[in-house]
């Protein structure tokens, strides 16, 4: 019995499942399954295509997309450009930083009052 290797990219067809899949990856924010992603992803869009919708050649995007690479972010973008995929920050929950108060004065050297830095510490208030 012969056996061939598994082509992820056969089974991508449609951009919903491209973009489910750039998701996926994306959400780990783990870059050595970004970049297979990506690989994948462009197999599937056909390559020469998607190099070029990517601003590169064909061999700098095998480049930067092989286990050895490492695709800048204008791949990134070139790739998600075309499956109408905009890159977005959600902040983690531990990453979460206290509201700056309104300043009055607008120069930006005034510090909150104690008060004001105790209520929003004390508060939990968050972005």
Do not use: W
Request: charged share 20%; proline share 8%.
């Amino acid at each position: 019995m012969k056996t061939e290797p598994f082509a992820p990219a056969r089974y991508l067809t449609s951009p919903e499942s491209q973009i489910e899949l750039l998701f996926d990856a994306l959400a780990t924010g783990d870059a050595s399954y970004v970049a297979p992603a990506l690989c994948v992803i462009a197999r599937a869009r056909f390559t020469s295509e998607t190099a070029r919708e990517a601003g590169i050649t064909r061999e700098a995007l095998h480049r930067s997309l092989s286990e050895d690479g490492a695709p800048r972010l204008t791949t990134l973008l070139g790739v998600m450009r075309p499956l109408g995929v905009r890159p977005t920050g959600d902040r983690l929950p531990a990453h979460r930083v206290p509201c700056k108060q309104n300043r009055t004065s607008g120069s930006g050297s005034e510090r909150p009052s104690s008060s004001q830095a105790s209520s929003v510490s004390s508060s939990g208030i968050f972005c």
